[in-house]
């Protein structure tokens, strides 16, 4: 079992930056497989981004990819997501996701642990 709690939403215009952190409680981090999802109002979840246990390997949708960077610190069992160069079209509800399979999965059906989100909204 972990609680996973994300922070660090808010509004920013277009352009601008957010760190996302997600804090975890619980059975040990470092055996989870993590990641960083997005819902927006009537859309599904969509994966943005994954990291490996260790941290050594880290995965990227298309859309984000070159703007976010994935990372974790195991000693502060928190995970990251630092978004750059934000756009209106990335405005969402954002969660993290924790997992104990071996690899990163873009299936949020994969995951079984989630916070509760944080919102990011992105004005033109």
């Known amino acids: 079992q972990v609680q996973l709690a994300e922070s660090g939403g808010g509004l920013v215009q277009a352009g601008g930056s957010l760190r996302l952190s997600c804090a975890a409680s619980g059975r040990s981090f470092s055996s989870f497989v993590m990641g960083w999802f997005r819902q927006a109002p009537g859309k599904e979840r969509e994966f943005v981004a994954g990291?490996?246990?260790?941290?050594?390997?880290?995965f990227y949708s298309d859309s984000v990819k070159g703007r976010f960077t994935i990372s974790r610190d195991n000693a502060k069992n928190t995970v990251y997501l630092q978004m750059n160069s934000l756009k209106p079209e990335d405005t969402a509800v954002y969660y993290c996701g924790a997992e104990t399979g071996l690899f990163v999965s873009p299936l949020p059906q994969k995951y079984s642990y989630w916070g509760q989100g944080t919102q990011v909204t992105v004005s033109s």
């Open positions: 990291i490996s246990r260790s941290g050594g390997n880290t």
